[in-house]
């Protein structure tokens, strides 16, 4: 059950649950976390969706309270009028993969740590968001580059390509 939301409510409408990973969920999982919200906002289908966003890591959990979204991501995010306030890094766990029906890595080595976690993927959840493109491999990682605006432009396409996906094939 999703926290916060109504068993019964859950059940019923079946809600399409997301997780988005990267290795600290401090950049690009919130980014897509976000993003994904706010795409599903402005198509009024917010009631349909639960989504979520977690690391591999634990680099930027501290003390049992996760670092906030990277200042350079939140601004990136605000500059196209999207607020990430209060989301934490967390880490996901094997009860993730129960919890979720897609769960959506950025990169390939995000891909082998979230199988390592899991267990497996035997119910076939686990992808990458530029699968949902033209162009599928990882979402540029801006920690290493700085460059915001080329991870921006994957995690808008990347969403956009899972939501498409998602209406059609639910």
């Not at 994957?154 to 094939?169: A, K, Q, T």
Request: proline share 5%.
């Amino acid at each position: 059950m999703i926290p916060g939301v109504d068993k019964a409510f859950e059940e019923k409408f079946g809600l399409i649950k997301i997780l988005f990973i990267c290795h600290g969920n401090i950049c690009r999982s919130p980014m897509a976390e976000f993003v994904m919200k706010d795409l599903v906002r402005k198509a009024h289908l917010e009631d349909q969706f639960f989504i979520e966003s977690a690391a591999t890591s634990t680099e930027e959990i501290w003390n049992g309270r996760g670092n906030p979204v990277y200042p350079p991501a939140r601004k990136k995010l605000a500059e196209h009028g999207i607020s990430c306030e209060g989301k934490r890094a967390r880490q996901t766990t094997r009860a993730d993969y129960a919890r979720f029906d897609y769960i959506v890595g950025m990169d390939q080595a995000n891909l082998q740590n979230m199988l390592r976690i899991y267990g497996g993927d035997p119910e076939k959840k686990v992808s990458l968001l530029m699968d949902y493109t033209s162009r599928p491999g990882g979402v540029a990682d801006p920690w290493y580059t700085g460059d915001f605006e080329t991870t921006w432009k994957d995690v808008l396409e990347g969403c956009e390509g899972l939501l498409r996906f998602l209406r059609c094939h639910r």
